[in-house]
Structure formats: structure tokens, C-alpha cells
């Protein structure tokens, strides 16, 4: 009988095995771009592979999806380079948040898909500009150009997932953010694609609980864990406890993702959601390029040590990092879980049990163990961090 050959072997500590279990060891024999094995001696039943990786004290898990994140071209507004901020530190797949309009997605996709190794799916802005749909471009709405963004989706619709639409001032200017929702989705009505939705927050001139009443099943909320203003009618949370229209929503089909950014995660909100349990869908990193500084620290998996640190556990917290984004992009028949015949797309993480000071975006810490990304593999090619 001839024995089964494979390019690569990699062999962990331990592995996150797709029915959401960590078991120890773990490993995998990958072929071209695909897994073609998974189980604890799988490394010695393809002694033959050309490769053979081993990390005895790495967690093995699908390639990381960031549903939130601004790969783009240097020069645009918030673009920052895929390969070291994102692919290097265990991402393989990022939802890009407004980078590309109607008018500039050709441009986007020329420089970006197929010229880096990172896969990218795209919620489109539906503003006519530059790039990242920011500073008030928004505020003359004839810049929605309603038409232009529909032949845009259908003739990039391989890569186009949905519609970003943000609703902060710093979009609407003066305009008012509920004429703007309503443009944007009758874009999304015509292209049947779901919403990528920044909520408003600053001023307070309209209440969460009314902006999830505009959503449909499928759509998205981005920005899910800041505090809002004083009034916290603005936040998922109020007086410590989820708001009602935020349970309603998540009934009705709507999703809800972290986008941590500069202004966005904050350790409270996370700890009373999460000890409510209501869990955000997805986590992702709003990371662009005017916060590679890294302060605070959100890279992905800086951000899923946070949500661990607020009382996540890890499956729940590498989970809302693997499968449940995967199925939240339409692929989950080819990424977000180590199994034979999906894509080659690995991350090694290490926990480092040391007491780590961890900050949110407004001035709080917590301390606790934090993983470190140690490699990360994608489409059967390694790419160091």
C-alpha cells in the first residue's frame, strides 16, 4: 500500500478541533493549499512530507478572520500594510471596513487582491471619493451615488461581501445620519447584501435601541463594546445591564462584532455582556494604519486575550475568531476550522501565563495571560510574525 505523501506536517501542543474542543497534541499534513489530515498522529502517519513543523507548546487554530480591519494602498486614509500588522500576526482573513467605494473598488483591487497573500473580502463604502469614507464625505448625500454602487457590487461581486455604512459624526457631518441609513440601505436592498454598521454615538441625538430598529437579519454592528456617552443610550449596556433592544436584535438575526480601534473596546461593557452572556458574534481589530503604534495593543490576538481576560473562556473567545466569522462571510465551507479539503490556513499561538497589563480605549487595565502570535501558515505557505 502506498503511504499518503503531503508537503507539511505541523504538530502542536495543542489543537482547536472543529466541534470547538482543545485537545493535547495535535497535528495536521497539508498538500498544496489544503489540509488533508487532522489528528493527534497524523505527523507520524505522513513521516514522507517534504516539511515537518513541530511546536510542543503552541495552540494550533485556524487562520485567524478579523471581521473589522483596513488593509488598503499606502496613501489612503486609514490603509495599513496586510503583511506586518495583519497576516504576520496570525491573521489570514480580514473583512476591509469602507476601504474601497463605488468608484475606487477597481483601484482597491488591483493593488490589493491577488497581490498580497492576505485574503480579503470587501464591505464596500457606498461615498463616491478617494478611499476610506471619513471626514464628513458623507454630509452631501448625493456623494451615496446609489446606482454607481449597485453596478459596483455586480461587477465585483466575487469579492464584495456587503455595504459599510458609518453613522459617527465624523462621517455625517451636519447631515442627518438617519437620511444616510436610509440611502444605504436601499443599496443594500437592491444588491440583497448585508450591512457593515458603525452605530452613532457622539452626539447623542439618537439611541442605540432606534438605530437596531433600521437593521435587518444579517446585518452587522460594528463598534459593540464602547460606552457610549453619559446618557448610555448609546451603548449595548446600561447600569450594568444589556439593554433590551439589544437582546431583541440579536433575536431577530442581527450580529454584532467587537471593532476595538482607539475608541471602541471598553473592559466594562465586555465583562457585563460577557458575564450576562450575551456574546458578541465576531471579533475583529478596526487596526489601520494611524494606530501601528499599537496603544493600546489590538491585534487579533491581543484583542481575543482581552475578551478572555473579561471572562470569555478561550474556545468562546478563538470561536468568535475562527468558525463563527468564517460563517458570518459565507465560508465556512472553505475557511475557520482544521478540517480536510478547506484552504491551508493555520495560526500557532503561545500563552504566555505571565500577568500582562492589558488596556481598553478609555484608561482601564486588566492583567492576566495573553497569546503571542508564533507563526502563521496560510495557504500551505509559512509566514513568520
Known sequence: MTKPTADLTIQSGRILYPNGRIKHPGSIAIKGDRIIAVGPTVHEEFGGATLHLNFPNALMVPGLIDFHAH?????????????EHILGRGTTTVLSQGDPSCDTWQTYREDMQGSKRLRIKEAISPVTGPSFAQSGNAENLDNIDIEACVSAVKNGK??????SVNVMVQV???????KILKKVLDIAEKTELPLLFGSRREPSDWPLADQLE???PGDVLTYCLHPGTETGDESIVKDGTIVDAVWKAQEKGILFDIGHGMKSFDFGVAEA????????????TDIQHRYAGYKPIHDMPSVISKLIASGMTEVEALERSTIRPAKALHLEGEIGSLEPGKYADVTLLEWDDENRMMDDCFGSSRSGGYFKPIMTIKGGKTVSP
Open 71 to 83: 488593509p488598503s494602498p499606502a496613501g489612503w486614509f486609514a490603509g495599513i500594510d496586510p503583511e
Open 158 to 163: 466575487e469579492y464584495i461581501w456587503g455595504i
Open 172 to 178: 455625517t457631518g451636519a447631515s442627518n445620519p438617519k
Open 214 to 216: 433600521w437593521l435587518r
Open 273 to 284: 455582556a460577557i458575564a450576562q452572556r450575551f456574546m458578541p458574534d465576531t471579533i475583529s
